[in-house]
């Protein structure tokens, strides 16, 4: 018997199948249902969660789970809180930066996963996975329909020319690093050197994840951060540091505008991005 999946809104990510709900129930029930979760990705969703438990409650018995709540994630089930084509094949991360939640969420550390099939990865850091579980990922990339995207992001300091030649098999159709503080920018610079040498550098397919305003960040230091990504032949993507309460500065906010969406960042700096 299926289970009805309800989120408190809709992003790329989240699935589109009959059994995935968007908000409060609506006219038309599924009467199949055994049990409701209420999925929560980001952690200001939280009490809108709890409203939409309750409000759920009468069609079914309700779980509350998802990453918000900071808690282990288990085996990755396709489609399940994901649209098809997204793929985790691996949660936790070694290293322990203290903006990121992936440190308390997987307390013991990276581990491997059972590989599904999928085109757009979302593992919290693939590149610090085993080389027998990378490889088997990319064979499995290739076999897909869809160009791969790497929207999980790779760390630019675990790179190594043989990624690079399992990226070039695959073609992706875009891959993701991040400068999220200053002792990111060495790195990125020689993963724009091997991405180069391999013939992986194009600006529209390598994108930058680059965290602005937080605590001591201003205006001038974050566009600095952001045109050096330029200049490295990539392509910046400002992403906004939020409190647990998801609050953000309206002038951060506007700033963050002028620096995520891709047609406005080709044609402010179109000289200088190939």
């Known amino acids: 018997m299926p289970v009805l999946r309800v989120f408190p809104r809709r992003t790329n990510a989240t699935p589109q199948d009959e059994y995935a709900?968007?908000?409060?129930?609506g006219l038309f029930i599924p009467e199949d249902i055994t049990e409701i979760h209420v999925s929560v990705a980001f952690t200001w969703d939280m009490p809108e969660a709890e409203r939409l438990a309750d409000a759920w409650s009468?069609?079914?018995?309700?779980?509350l789970g998802g990453p918000a709540f900071n808690r282990p994630g288990g085996e990755f089930t396709p489609g399940m809180y994901l649209k098809d084509g997204y793929v985790i094949t691996s949660r936790g991360?070694?290293?322990?930066?203290?903006?990121c939640a992936v440190k308390t969420r997987e307390p013991n550390g990276l581990h491997e996963l059972e590989i599904h099939d999928g085109y757009n990865v979302l593992d919290d850091n693939l590149l610090a996975c085993s080389e027998e579980h990378i490889r088997a990922v990319f064979a499995m990339l290739k076999r897909q329909k869809e160009r791969a995207k790497f929207t999980g992001g790779l760390e630019a300091k675990?790179?190594?020319?043989?990624?690079?030649?399992?990226?070039?098999?695959?073609?992706?159709?875009r891959m993701y690093f991040a400068y999220d503080t200053p002792d990111d920018y060495e790195p990125?610079?020689?993963?724009?050197?091997?991405?180069?040498?391999?013939?992986?550098?194009k600006t529209r397919k390598c994108k930058v994840y680059c965290l602005c305003g937080y605590p001591s960040d201003t205006f001038e230091k974050a566009e600095a951060r952001l045109m050096q990504v330029v200049r490295l032949g990539m392509c910046p993507y400002a992403m906004l540091w939020r409190d647990k309460s998801?609050?953000?500065k309206q002038e951060w906010r506007k700033f963050q505008?002028?620096?995520?969406?891709?047609?406005?960042?080709?044609?402010?700096?179109?000289?200088?991005?190939?």
């Open 21 to 25: 709900v968007i908000g409060d129930p």
């Open 58 to 63: 009468k069609y079914g018995p309700v779980k």
């Open 93 to 99: 991360c070694p290293n322990k930066c203290w903006f």
């Open 158 to 173: 675990l790179l190594k020319g043989w990624h690079c030649e399992l990226l070039a098999e695959v073609k992706p159709e």
């Open 188 to 201: 990125l610079v020689s993963a724009a050197k091997l991405l180069k040498e391999y013939g992986l550098l």
């Open 246 to 248: 998801g609050e953000t």
């Open 257 to 274: 505008r002028e620096w995520v969406a891709p047609q406005i960042i080709y044609t402010k700096l179109k000289d200088e991005l190939n």
